[in-house]
Every structure is written in structure tokens, then in C-alpha cells.
């Protein structure tokens, strides 16, 4: 999703540092669907503003990570198969 999707969504400006925050929310917090998504984090903006995203931004930080560390290793793994030679 785009600034200005958002923006036209919720009827209003997104600053930088706060539409940063939204995006990482949007796109790694568990609770957010694939499919409904940009309805519920429009429908979280709409009834808390940004104080709800700073709460859910600490956990999607850490499943962005924990994301980034599965890729890695599975990188590695394919490696490892690659230069095994039985």
C-alpha cells in the first residue's frame, strides 16, 4: 500500500515518520490478514491514531527479523545442498 492510498483511505495527511511505523505494521504484525488488511489498519487509524501503531510497532519489529533470519538460514541451507556431493 502507497502513502497516498492511505492518505485518501483515512481522509488525511500520514506524516513520514508515522506512515514508517504504519508500514511495518501493516506488512509483519500477526493479527494484520493478507487479505483485509488495509481495511483493518484504516479501521485502527480511524479509532486510535498512531499511539495504537507505536504499541504493535515493537512486536512487528521483531517478527520482520525473525523473518529475515528464516530467509537467511534457508539461503544457507540451499548452499549446503548445493556443495554436498554424497
Partial sequence: M??????????EEIGENDWSII?????????IDNVEGKEQIKALWKQFGIVIFWDMYQRATQIR????????????????RGNYKP
Fill in 2 to 11: 502507497m502513502v497516498t492510498e492511505f492518505e485518501k483511505m483515512v481522509g
Fill in 23 to 31: 508500514t511495518i505494521v501493516y506488512s509483519y504484525y500477526p493479527g
Fill in 65 to 80: 527479523n525473525e523473518e529475515k533470519k528464516i530467509a537467511t538460514a534457508q539461503k544457507e541451507v540451499q548452499v549446503l
